[in-house]
DNA sequence: CTGAAAGCGCTAACAT
DNA sequence: ATGTTAGCGCTTTCAG
C-alpha cells in the first residue's frame, strides 16, 4: 500500500505538504503540487478512506435506510429502485457514496443509529420505511441530516410526488368525460405511505369539486399495495348495491388486478367501466386496454432527494415537503359511460 | 463521542483490555468483560469504523457495482433489486454491509478499483455490467474477492439462473402441445448478458432434440430486452414467410410488446399462436392471456451470490458458475394449435 | 489475564 | 510555502 509518507520520501516534502498537494489546497506552491502529483499518480496512491475519516470526522458516506417489501408488494417494487439510482448518481457526482445501514451487525445487535454513527455516515436518506418504526426515528431525530422519499417524517425533509392534486384531476377527468358515479380504490391507509391517504383526501376533494356525495359504498381500501389486493377491492366494490361507471385506482399494481377481476367479472373496459390509475409502471402501457395513469417522475424524486441532501449537507435549511409533479398519460382504459356522448 | 479511552477510565483497565472485551477476545476474565461492557453500554458506546479498519485493514464492507438500465430497459429493472435485496440480507446477517462503488469521487477522477481499495473493501458483487467494461475488469482482475451475478466474467465466479436446460424445455413442451413450427425471440447477443446467447442455445437443442430444423426465418434477435424491441421483433417475425405457431421469448417483458404485436396483428393468443417466456415478472399473471413462462428464482440467486462471497472471504474455492434452476409457470398463453388436439 | 508501547495513514494547528 | 508535532480511536505485539 502507498501512503504519502511514501510519495514524501521520495519527493523530499513533509507528508502534511503532500497531503496538501493532494487535497487541492491553497497555501502550496504550484510546481510542488504538480511534483507531488506526478510522483503519487506513478506510484498509484489511492487514498486510505479510514485514515481520512479517522482524522477529520467524516466519511463523504450516505445511508441508505431501505428496507425491500414493506409495502407487501411481496416481489419487488420499480420505484425505489429508479428513486435511490437518480439519488446515487447526484451524489456521487458530488464526491458521495452509499451505503446500506443494516440493521444489526452480525452477532452483535447494532441498531441504525449505532450504525448510522459507526460508520460516521454524513447523511441519511430514507426510503420507504414505516414512519413508525422506533429504530428509524431514532436516526431520523438525531442530529444526522436526514431527507425522506416517499414516507412523511415530521421532523425531516420529505420528497414525494404530488398526490392530492393529481387525485382530484382523475375525479375531474372522469367527471369531464360524463361519469357521475366515481369509485375508488384506495391504497392501504397506514403511516407507511402518503400516498394512501393522500389520494384518498384528493379523490374526496374532487367529488366535492364537481358537486358529487362521498359515498362509503363508492370507496374501497385495498389491504396492500399489489395486484391480488386490487383484484379483491374489485371484487369487493361490485358486491355492493350501487355499480359505479368509472374507478380510480391508487396504483398500477393494484389496478392489474382490478383490471383482472373486471375481466372475470365481465366488465369490458372501457366500454362498461372506465379505469384511471397511478404510477405509469413499465406495464402499464402493455395492459389491455393500455392503462390511463398519471406518471410519477421517480428520477426527479431522486435527484430532488439528493438536492435537499447536499443543502442539509451544507448546513443549509430545507423545506419540510417536496412535491413533485405527475403527468396524465392517456391511454384507453377511460371513456364516457354508456349511453353518454360528450 | 464516547471511545474505549472513557470506558478504560472509568472502569480501570486499560484500553486494550477493554478493546478485548468489546471484541469478546478469549484472553480475559469473564467478570472484567462484563464490567466492562455493562459500562460500555451505559455510556451509549459505539465503535468507530475508520478507526478499527485503519488498524485491521479490514472493513466489513462490500462493494457493489451496479449500473442501472444497461439493458435498455430505460426505466427499471426488478430482478436486480430482488437480487441486491437477497444478497445484502444475507451478507448483512454475516456482519457486513453493502457499499455502491462509485464511478467518481466528485472531482476527482477515481477509477472503480481505485474506489474499492479506498474503502478498503473486503470484497466486490458485480451486478449486470457489462463484461467488457475495462474498469470492471480491473477489479475482477484485482486480488479483491469478486463474485459476479447475471453477467459472465471468466475470472470470476458467476451466478445466473439456468439458461440453456429451461430453453431445451421450452421449446420441448410446445412440442408436445403438437407445435412442430417454433420460433424464437431471443434477448441481445452481446457480452452484457449470458442470458441473451444461451437461452438461443438451449433453444436450437430442444428443435434437435426433437428432430426439428434449425429455421433462421424462425429466429429474431431482439435490440433490447424491453417491451418496444418484442414488439418490433414480433412484427419482424410476422413479415416474414412461413408463420411459426408458437413462440419461445426470451424474457417476460420482451413479451408483453410480443403479446401487443400479436393483438395488432389480429393473432389471439393461445388460439393463434402460442407463447412461452422467461422470468414471471410481476405482471406475468395479470396479462391477457396470463403468462405461461419460467419462474426466475432472484432470492435464490442473490442468496447463492452471497453464500459464495462468504466462501471467498474465508479463502477458500468457489466454482466458477453457479446455476439456479428456474421453475415453469403454466398459465393460459400455451395451447395446442390450429385442429390439434393432444 | 492485564497493561505499556507503538503504530495504522492521515490532517490540523501551529511554527518557521 | 513548507515542516514539526501531535493525535484521531483502535488493535497488535509483547512483557509482566
Given at each position: 500500500?502507498v ?174 368525460l360524463g ?9 392501504p ?6 400516498a ?52 380510480f ?62 443543502l ?31
Amino acid at each position: 500500500m502507498v501512503t504519502i509518507y511514501d510519495i514524501a520520501k521520495i519527493t523530499g516534502y513533509s507528508a502534511p505538504t503532500v497531503s496538501k498537494a493532494l487535497n487541492n489546497q491553497s497555501d502550496i506552491g504550484q510546481k510542488t503540487k504538480e511534483k507531488i502529483l506526478k510522483v503519487a499518480k506513478e506510484l498509484g496512491y489511492v487514498p486510505n478512506s479510514s485514515a481520512k475519516g479517522l482524522v477529520t470526522k467524516k466519511s463523504r458516506l450516505i445511508g441508505l435506510i431501505y428496507e425491500e417489501d414493506d409495502m407487501g408488494i411481496g416481489i419487488e417494487h420499480p420505484l425505489f429502485s429508479t428513486i435511490i439510482n437518480a439519488f446515487k448518481q447526484e451524489m456521487e457526482s458530488e464526491g458521495y457514496e452509499l451505503i446500506f445501514i443494516a440493521r444489526n451487525l452480525g452477532g452483535k445487535r447494532m441498531s441504525l443509529l449505532e450504525h448510522c454513527r459507526y460508520r460516521q455516515v454524513d447523511g441519511v436518506l430514507v426510503v420507504n420505511v414505516d414512519a413508525k418504526d422506533e429504530e428509524v426515528r431514532d436516526v431520523t431525530n438525531s442530529n444526522i441530516p436526514c431527507i425522506s422519499s416517499n414516507i412523511v417524517f415530521p421532523e425531516i425533509a420529505t420528497v414525494t410526488s404530488e398526490n392530492i392534486k393529481p387525485a382530484v384531476e382523475a375525479v375531474q377527468y372522469l367527471y369531464k368525460l360524463g361519469h357521475r358515479l366515481i369509485a375508488h380504490i384506495a391504497g392501504p391507509q397506514d403511516s407507511i405511505a402518503a400516498a394512501g391517504y393522500e389520494r384518498l383526501e384528493g379523490y374526496k376533494a374532487g367529488l366535492l369539486s364537481r358537486q358529487l356525495p362521498i359515498r362509503d359504498e363508492f370507496i374501497v381500501i385495498s389491504e396492500y399495495w399489489n395486484g391480488e389486493s386490487g383484484y379483491k377491492a374489485m371484487m369487493d366494490l361490485w358486491r355492493r348495491n350501487e355499480k359505479p361507471t368509472a374507478i380510480f385506482c391508487a396504483s398500477d399494481i393494484m389496478a392489474m388486478g382490478v383490471m383482472n377481476a373486471c375481466h372475470d367479472l365481465g366488465l369490458r373496459i372501457p366500454e362498461d367501466i372506465s379505469i384511471i390509475s397511478f404510477d405509469d409502471n413499465l406495464w402499464a402501457s402493455f395492459s389491455h386496454p393500455p392503462l390511463t395513469t398519471f406518471r410519477q417522475d421517480r428520477q426527479a424524486i431522486g435527484k430532488k432527494a439528493a438536492e435537499l441532501m447536499k443543502l442539509l449537507l451544507n448546513g443549509e435549511k430545507v423545506p419540510s415537503r417536496v412535491l413533485i409533479p405527475v403527468q396524465l398519460i392517456e391511454r384507453d382504459s377511460c371513456a364516457p359511460p354508456h349511453g353518454v356522448r360528450t
